[in-house]
């Protein structure tokens, strides 16, 4: 079971229901990137202080600021990567929202994540092949080498991004079996 592991922007609005009081800090990420050309860097997201995540500038925030954070993972196209907690990890203490510029995970595949709970799935006579898919699928999971959209099912980790994106709306989120 690895520290992080992905969910949807739905399963993200669930964990955080659970709780009550949080603490945001600056991604460790970012931080040792430098300017991140996707988002802001305060997108740590933690439920206890003690679990903070790895970079800078820790502090406490109000459900409402935990909103923003929300709404620029939507608007941003950033992945839902919850995290365990160190000595229980059937408790989450957390959740990162990650992107293709600066996330190690993305620039380094093999510091692997678990895959989450919920997987894709194309209706394909509904879909067009127009790809916006694939440019938010930072797991590879959607390609499209020619005119017809490739989808990889074992590399779906299951954001939910490309549910999000999609003009023709014919993909859906359903339970990895």
């Not at 194309?122 to 590879?140: H, M, P, W």
């Not at 990889?152 to 299951?158: A, F, I, K, M, V």
Request: net charge negative; aromatic share 8%.
């Amino acid at each position: 079971m690895a520290f992080h592991y992905v969910c949807t922007r739905d399963e993200a609005r669930e964990l955080i229901g659970r709780h009550r009081e949080f603490w945001v800090s600056n991604c460790g990420c970012r931080e040792q990137r430098g300017q991140c050309a996707r988002s802001r860097i305060d997108v740590c997201l933690a439920f206890r202080r003690e679990a903070a995540g790895s970079g800078s500038g820790t502090r406490q925030v109000t459900p409402a600021a935990v909103e923003e954070i929300l709404g620029e993972a939507e608007e941003k196209h950033l992945v839902s990567r919850p995290f365990r907690n160190e000595a229980n990890r059937t408790e989450t203490d957390g959740i990162c929202f990650c992107c293709d510029d600066c996330c190690d995970y993305f620039l380094h595949p093999e510091n692997r994540c678990d895959q989450g709970d919920l997987i894709e799935r194309t209706d394909a006579d509904a879909c067009t092949s127009c790809g916006d898919c694939v440019e938010v699928c930072y797991f590879g999971a959607r390609q499209k080498p020619a005119y017809e959209l490739v989808i990889d099912r074992e590399r779906c980790y299951g954001c939910g991004l490309c549910v999000d994106v999609c003009p023709a709306d014919c993909i859906e989120m359903a339970p990895r079996g």
